[in-house]
């Protein structure tokens, strides 16, 4: 980790696609002035946040993305954090939200992504 990268909290954000969208929406509205860019890609959502303790990133992929380990998360959240982030930035895994129904193999491989995470730093 380069010495003058600023730390950006990363938070993934699966969802149920299309049904919990709506859910988002809601998130969006109750967050919405600390929102200081957004994009959608397909159906990978990014926000990047600012507040007062620091800057987040948020990085909704739909749960039927999630099956089996061939699909990578942290790629995703890192080309739609590519569109939000100043140069000296990198990401720090903070947390994972889940919005709508999450199937037991979904949560499984989320939950296996999560260990891994707790030591990533990009």
């Given at each position: 980790?380069?010495l ?14 299309p ?35 620091g ?9 039927d ?11 995703t959240a890192?080309?739609?954090f ?25 949560l ?15």
């Amino acid at each position: 980790m380069d010495l003058a990268q600023q730390e950006v909290k990363l938070t993934y954000c699966f969802y149920e696609n299309p049904a919990a969208k709506q859910e988002i929406k809601f998130w969006e509205s109750l967050v919405e002035k600390h929102i200081v860019s957004k994009s959608f890609i397909d159906d990978h959502w990014g926000y990047r946040l600012e507040k007062e303790d620091g800057i987040e990133f948020v990085c909704c992929i739909p749960l039927d993305n999630l099956i089996g380990y061939e699909f990578k998360p942290s790629r995703t959240a890192v080309k739609v954090f590519d569109l939000h982030k100043n140069d000296n930035e990198g990401l720090k895994y903070h947390k994972t939200l889940i919005f709508g129904k999450v199937e037991t193999e979904q949560l499984k491989i989320i939950s296996k992504w999560m260990e891994i995470w707790q030591e990533w730093f990009i």
